[in-house]
């Protein structure tokens, strides 16, 4: 049996094991079980496929993704390993032989749905082989409050029992407290060691911008930002309806963007040819609802748009950390806007759960709300709720171009004042922002009019700020909590934190709105896929990525399984003159080498006598 840094080094490639994997790997190599949170793209995968090639047996991995198993697979045969999957896409005979393989102890790894799993028949015919550890990807799955949940996973907490001796890993890359006790205690890894890296992902700067008209918005970011080497870059944009996935996906592609819808509405096939193609072709960008991305491992993602408010930090986290996973610079942009808060508000008055239920939503709408609207670091913010302290971090858009913040409690008082007096003179509490500000604003129309609103004092007292400042106001004044969208037509409501505003007894400091222009990554250099190289080194680089092409397409893989960028970058940067030498490349290991190592050598030789 080899050891932990011989695989790394002959399978992987990798010199170093990164962060807390090397002190996870040796504690499950010894039989321990293991709690590991990790940030998307901080290396889970190798923390379970190095001990499955080190302890003896086979691995059995838990992953929820049956359309991303064979890719999954695929990418670890290209490394040599021993790797196949059992899921209801197969052939009789295929998983026949896939079963057959593993009793025969021919496997070091198996990927198996959660569904499959807590299948007796699939438990009995495991124990007749010998298992070297269970993982357990996505673990958060298992967490009722978690956006991801999913049903089969609680029936993996059985697995402790059936297989005393087999040590377990669960891997997540949500962070909460909540959900790391969750899955803990349902997984039953009261034994287990944990692992806690920081979640920050330093190379994503993180930018929200007040919402005026969304879809421009969108596409100017896409246009400015979404570009790397002068071509246009892979990105998500996610939405909250399907409804509004279709819209956002159409007029995008009107545009002249290469964007693809994808919600879970839409037909099986379509969903997988939809996240096939995102994972092979460059530049394209996929619309679509929270259905998209879990376990998505595409390195370059060069940016995540929210166009709607997400419902949580965690979602927000997790969906934002698919940009960038190859180190890169990459962008998390979101616009957001006084509907979107109603729009939330709303759902959570309307959804089916308990008034417990409805409280937690209600924080988690909070915590999202305050991270939209605060003055300081976003990262700061961000990475407090998971409880992990930083200094202010240079790379968000606070930092780069702190906003201002104002006094607006006498523009807060006139606001509130209006609501009161509408509630008390006029007995009627029915109304939402946009007639609230035609007061202040002093208007003249048709429903002022009949209303008699002209008679309320705080009529036209407002005109120090326009409709979008009173938009900002209104908007901060929810986020606050001061005052409450109430019901179905975004009737807004004082709550008791609007009393001592009212009284004078506390000021209401509000953020300045930016506008909306996309400034922040013109200052700095564009992106690039291989930004150390030197002009001839970038030449050589392409002639690697259209080879590399080539070769993807004709084994049907996603490019990043046969040599990421990195690895490209570098063997472009060190032009390797021997197999020794490539064998030195970060990334490419005993198999890729046999695989591809003297063509690569031949494209290098070409090159330099070019
Ligand atoms: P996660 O599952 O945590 O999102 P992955 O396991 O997909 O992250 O790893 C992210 C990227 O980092 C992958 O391209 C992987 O090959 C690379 N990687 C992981 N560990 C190392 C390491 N020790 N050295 C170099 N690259 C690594
Ligand atoms: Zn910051």
Redesign the pocket.
């Known amino acids: 049996m080899s050891d932990q840094y011989e695989v790394?080094r002959n399978v992987?490639g990798?010199?170093?094991?990164?962060g807390d994997?090397d002190q996870i790997v040796s504690h499950v190599i010894g039989g321990g079980d293991a709690v590991v949170l990790?940030?998307?793209?901080?290396?889970?995968?190798?923390?379970y496929q190095v001990p499955a090639l080190v302890r003896e047996g086979c691995a059995v991995v838990v992953s929820p993704l049956i359309a991303l198993m064979a890719d999954q697979v695929g990418a670890l045969q290209q490394l040599g390993v021993r790797a196949a999957y059992l899921n209801s896409t197969q052939f009789p005979e295929d998983r026949a032989e896939v079963e057959r393989a593993y009793l025969a102890g021919e496997l070091d790894l198996i990927y198996i749905a959660p569904e499959r799993l807590s299948q007796r028949g699939t438990r009995e015919f495991l124990a007749r082989g010998r298992l070297a550890l269970i993982a357990i990807?996505e673990a958060h799955c298992v967490s009722q409050w978690g956006h991801d949940f999913r049903p089969d996973y609680l029936a993996l907490g059985e697995l402790a029992e059936i297989w005393p001796d087999v040590p377990r890993i669960a891997?997540t890359?949500t962070a909460t407290r909540r959900t790391h006790e969750e899955l803990t205690s349902r997984l039953h890894l009261e034994n287990a060691r944990h692992f806690v890296s920081s979640f920050d992902r330093p190379n994503i700067t993180y930018r929200i911008e007040p919402k005026a008209s969304a879809n421009k918005q969108l596409l100017d970011f896409i246009r400015t930002e979404g570009v790397v080497d002068g071509e246009p870059a892979t990105g998500i944009v996610y939405a909250l309806s399907r409804k509004s996935v279709e819209k956002i996906a159409e007029f995008l592609a009107a545009n002249g963007v290469n964007a693809v819808p994808y919600h879970a509405g839409l037909d099986r096939r379509v969903r997988e040819d939809t996240l096939h193609r995102f994972l092979r072709e460059d530049g394209i960008v996929v619309v679509a609802t929270i259905a998209f991305g879990m376990g998505i491992?595409k390195?370059d993602v060069r940016f995540v748009a929210h166009i709607d408010l997400p419902k949580s930090i965690e979602g927000y986290y997790q969906e934002t950390?698919r940009a960038g996973?190859?180190?890169l610079p990459s962008v998390a942009w979101m616009a957001y806007g006084l509907a979107d808060v109603m729009n939330q508000r709303r759902l959570i008055d309307q959804s089916d759960g308990d008034a417990a239920h409805r409280r937690v939503q209600s924080q988690l709408l909070d915590a999202m709300l305050a991270l939209c609207e605060t003055p300081t670091c976003r990262r700061q913010q961000l990475l407090g709720y998971f409880d992990q302290q930083i200094e202010p971090c240079g790379n968000c858009d606070t930092c780069l171009a702190p906003p201002a913040t104002w006094d607006g409690t006498v523009p807060a008082q006139k606001l509130l004042s209006t609501v009161f007096r509408l509630d008390r003179e006029f007995n009627r509490s029915a109304y939402g922002a946009g007639h609230l500000i035609d007061i202040l604003l002093g208007a003249d129309n048709a429903r002022i009019q009949q209303q008699g609103h002209t008679r309320l004092s705080t009529y036209g007292i407002g005109t120090e700020l326009d409709g979008s400042g009173w938009r900002s106001v209104v908007r901060q004044l929810v986020a606050l909590g001061i005052i409450v969208p109430h019901g179905d037509y975004g009737v807004l409501r004082l709550t008791e934190k609007a009393a001592p505003v009212l009284r004078g007894e506390q000021t209401v400091m509000l953020r300045e709105d930016v506008k909306a222009t996309p400034r922040v990554r013109k200052a700095s250099r564009p992106v690039s896929a291989a930004p150390d190289l030197s002009d001839e080194d970038r030449n050589l680089f392409e002639v690697l990525r259209r080879w590399r092409a080539g070769v993807a397409k004709e084994a049907g893989a996603p490019a990043?399984t046969v040599f990421?960028n990195?690895t490209l970058e570098e063997i472009a940067a060190v032009k390797p003159s021997s197999r020794d030498e490539l064998l030195g490349v970060?990334?490419i290991g005993q198999a890729k080498l046999d695989n591809y190592g003297d063509q690569v050598l031949e494209i290098l030789a070409e090159f330099e006598s070019a």
């Open positions: 790394l992987f990798y010199d170093d094991f990164r994997q990790m940030p998307t793209g901080g290396g889970k995968s190798l923390c990807d891997l890359a491992d390195p950390g996973r190859d180190g990043f990421s990195k970060s990334g």
